[in-house]
């Protein structure tokens, strides 16, 4: 399973975008990058996910480095509600569809 | 509205006591898993099950066992046997496991307090 590193915690003001980087230098070709969040004291959530090319949904953009061994998620304008703890998961042929969850980043954001 | 459901949110019990925690889904997926989350870290896999009536350890499974007699129903009991068993329990499922683009869904977990 790839290795990931995300920075512990990170700021960031109500209504300004964030850009949350992870690094995951031993991914193979075939890994999918998934981004979950989970609030306090509940589930995780499904952010987004992506192969190669950059990704947008509602809730976020991905966007995956040429070499694949960085991304970036990126919340366009941060709010209240998008304080959360967010993970950054290279899904690999061997985990058997589960997901491995390190300690991921844990973002404020200040009105 | 699809989704999962885990009861209770809060469940305490006392030591040596086995404890089953519930979890249900409507949205008609193969496959589902439980994690269970210390505080400050991240999930760990318990067990998953990727069909009905066959399910597989994950990395945590001693002191804990599952079923899965219904494609709806993934109940985890927690045994006496598990050391630590004060924790977070989340379960999830996912259309199946072999694709690795499928999302998971998670429930609002059963805080679990043994003393």
């Known amino acids: 399973d790839a290795k990931t590193t995300q920075p512990n915690s990170m700021e960031s003001n109500e209504e300004e975008p964030v850009h949350l980087p992870c690094n995951h230098s031993?991914?193979?070709?075939?890994?999918?990058i998934h981004w979950y969040r989970q609030l306090p004291s509940q589930g995780p959530e499904y952010v987004i996910h992506g192969l190669t090319s950059n990704v947008n949904n509602r809730m976020a953009s991905l966007a995956i480095a040429e070499d694949r061994k960085s991304s970036t998620l990126i919340l366009h304008r941060a709010t209240l509600r998008d304080a959360a703890v967010y993970y950054c998961i290279p899904t690999g042929g061997g985990s058997q569809g589960n997901l491995i969850f390190g300690k991921g980043t844990k973002l404020s954001v200040k009105p | 509205d699809g989704g999962i459901t885990q009861s209770p949110k809060y469940l305490f019990r006392k030591e040596g006591q086995n404890v089953t925690l519930s979890c249900e889904q409507n949205l008609n997926h193969d496959a589902m898993y439980w994690y269970r989350q210390d505080p400050g870290q991240g999930l760990r896999l318990i067990y998953y099950s990727q069909i009905v009536n066959d399910f597989q350890k994950g990395d945590i499974a001693e002191g804990y066992s599952v079923s899965r007699e219904k494609k709806e129903s993934f109940p985890l009991t927690v045994t006496s046997a598990q050391k630590n068993p004060t924790a977070f329990y989340l379960c999830?499922?996912?259309?199946?496991?072999?694709?690795?683009?499928?999302?998971?869904?998670f429930g609002p977990g059963t805080r679990l307090t043994v003393t």
């Open positions: 999830a499922s996912s259309i199946e496991t072999t694709v690795l683009s499928y999302e998971q869904y």
């Open positions: 031993t991914i193979s070709g075939t890994d999918y």
